[in-house]
Nanobody
Framework: EVQLVESGGGLVQPGGSLRLSCAAS????????MSWFRQAPGKEREGVAA???????TYADSVKGRFTVSKDNAKNTLYLQMNRMSPEDTAMYYC?????????????????????WGQGTQVTVSS
């Protein structure tokens, strides 16, 4: 059974940093494209950062230069380092994995590409 469990969310002040983790199990982690999405209240879920099986990363314009996605294949864990955070980064953050045969039809930050999702971790940026 595929499981994705996010952790590391919390309250951070504007300008601060936070690192999210996503522990994966039930599949060959190193072979899957992975991503981070977020959903703010009243808004649609949006792709934030993605990293493919070849370690190529993609970022949304809104986080480029501030967020870094990485993974540790030995630990089956995906990370999202978030720096210089702003209140606009407040959202529920989700980890996702692509285990489909049609994922290549979508871009790395497009939601339909991914069929496995974690339960999310809340990030709040506020003073």
């Amino acid at each position: 059974e595929v499981q994705l469990v996010e952790s590391g969310g919390g309250l951070v002040q504007p300008g601060g940093s936070l690192r999210l983790s996503c522990a994966a199990s039930g599949f060959t982690f190193s072979s899957f494209d992975m991503s981070w999405f977020r959903q703010a209240p009243g808004k649609e879920r949006e792709g934030v950062a993605a990293i493919d099986a070849g370690d190529r990363s993609t970022y949304a314009d809104s986080v480029k230069g501030r967020f870094t996605v990485s993974k540790d294949n030995a630990k089956n864990t995906l990370y999202l380092q978030m720096n210089r955070m702003s209140p606009e980064d407040t959202a529920m953050y989700y980890c996702a994995a692509e285990g489909t045969t049609y994922g290549h039809l979508y871009g790395p930050l497009q939601e339909p590409k991914y069929n496995y999702w974690g339960q999310g971790t809340q990030v709040t940026v506020s003073s």
